[in-house]
T-cell receptor, first 114, second 119 residues
Framework: GNSVTQMEGPVTLSEEAFLTINCTYT??????LFWYVQYPGEGLQLLLK?????DKGSNKGFEATYRKETTSFHLEKGSVQVSDSAVYFC?????????????FGGGTRLMVKP | NAGVTQTPKFRVLKTGQSMTLLCAQD?????MYWYRQDPGMGLRLIHY???????AKGEVPDGYNVSRLKKQNFLLGLESAAPSQTSVYFC??????????????????FGPGTRLLVL
């Protein structure tokens, strides 16, 4: 079956530090990959996505590249801000048919200190 | 557009009580989902629906029932609440885009969540 593994948190960084959150996956077929972000007290918001190998998803300064050879989709940001403090979820959706289910990783909490 | 909305935002139940959580979306999406979120476990799919009048079981369906009588609404029911059902419940909806032959890409949009405490 499908699975997603994320690095455990919390990750604590100072403002303007470089961020990497690791995500690896196992899947049958050829999945789409996603990063969702959850701010305190809110639902999940789509941060970025990629649908095929070597695609790079990007949004709000965050980037992730779909690496089929290493089955990874690591999230990076060059300079984090306090407002980036949230829980980040890596997820995959297999593309075998419509109405696909998402498989989530356990989430990584990021705390950015001024 | 309101997107995906959930009612109520918070509820406290006693063991054995019943309740229904309502999810509504105004994006004309075909697919809707109910997840539960527990600490350290990410989100787990309870039930989902690929269209009006259809539902299917997800990863953790026991103790829950669902109905999709209208395309825009997806109801999650707890017939007899148990403390193990204390959780945060999220609804999501999505559309599907055909990328190429037999390959689809789908993005799910989430509601703000319902926090449920069962005593």
């Amino acid at each position: 079956g499908n699975s997603v593994t994320q690095m455990e948190g919390p990750v604590t960084l100072s403002e303007e530090a470089f961020l990497t959150i690791n995500c690896t996956y196992t899947a049958t077929g050829y999945p789409s990959l996603f990063w969702y972000v959850q701010y305190p007290g809110e639902g999940l918001q789509l941060l970025l996505k990629a649908t095929k190998a070597d695609d790079k998803g990007s949004n709000k300064g965050f980037e992730a590249t779909y690496r089929k050879e290493t089955t990874s989709f690591h999230l990076e940001k060059g300079s984090v801000q306090v407002s980036d403090s949230a829980v980040y979820f890596c997820a995959l959706s297999d593309q075998r048919g419509a109405g696909n289910m998402l498989t989530f990783g356990g989430g990584t909490r990021l705390m950015v200190k001024p | 557009n309101a997107g995906v909305t959930q009612t109520p935002k918070f509820r406290v139940l006693k063991t054995g009580q019943s309740m229904t959580l309502l999810c509504a979306q105004d994006m004309n999406h075909e697919y809707m989902y109910w997840y539960r979120q527990d600490p350290g476990m990410g989100l787990r799919l309870i039930h989902y629906s690929v269209g009006e009048g259809t539902t299917a079981k997800g990863e953790v369906p026991d103790g829950y029932n669902v109905s999709r009588l209208k395309k825009q609404n997806f109801l999650l029911g707890l017939e007899s609440a148990a403390p193990s059902q204390t959780s945060v419940y999220f609804c999501a909806s999505s559309y599907s885009v055909l990328l190429q032959a037999s390959r689809f890409q789908e993005t799910q949009y989430f509601g703000p969540g319902t926090r449920l405490l069962v005593l």
